[in-house]
């Protein structure tokens, strides 16, 4: 079993930045780690990504450049760098767990974070 905690949400204004947390517990030890966004009335959409053991990152093509996923194993935290934040990034942001490698669908993670709402002021 894992459990998630997400943290860092808020509201910032377009262009700007936000760091989220998400804290594991339990047996996090060789899980991939995922970070998902849902907006209001959409799916539920890949962001990114991070392997366990070689840091192996993932993004989608719409935060390549402007968010960062990294881990600190030895906190069991893994973190979302956003930065140059658009109002299009508005959405609840949920970290994710699985075995093994990373994914890019929702339904290969099967531990999830309650999630952290952003949201992005034009």
């Known amino acids: 079993q894992v459990q998630l905690v997400e943290y860092g949400g808020g509201l910032v204004p377009a262009g700007g930045s936000l760091r989220l947390s998400c804290a594991a517990s339990g047996r996090p030890l060789g899980h991939a780690m995922g970070w998902f966004r849902q907006a209001p009335g959409k799916e539920r959409e890949f962001v990114a990504a991070?392997?366990?053991?070689?840091?192996?990152?993932y993004y989608t093509d719409s935060v390549k450049g402007r968010f960062t996923i990294s881990r600190d194993n030895a906190k069991n935290t893994v973190y979302l760098q956003m930065h140059s934040l658009k109002p299009e990034d508005t959405a609840v942001y949920f970290c994710a767990a699985r075995e093994g490698l990373p994914t890019t669908t929702s339904w290969g993670y099967k531990y999830w974070g309650q999630g952290t709402r952003v949201t992005v002021s034009s």
């Open positions: 991070i392997s366990w053991s070689l840091g192996g990152t």
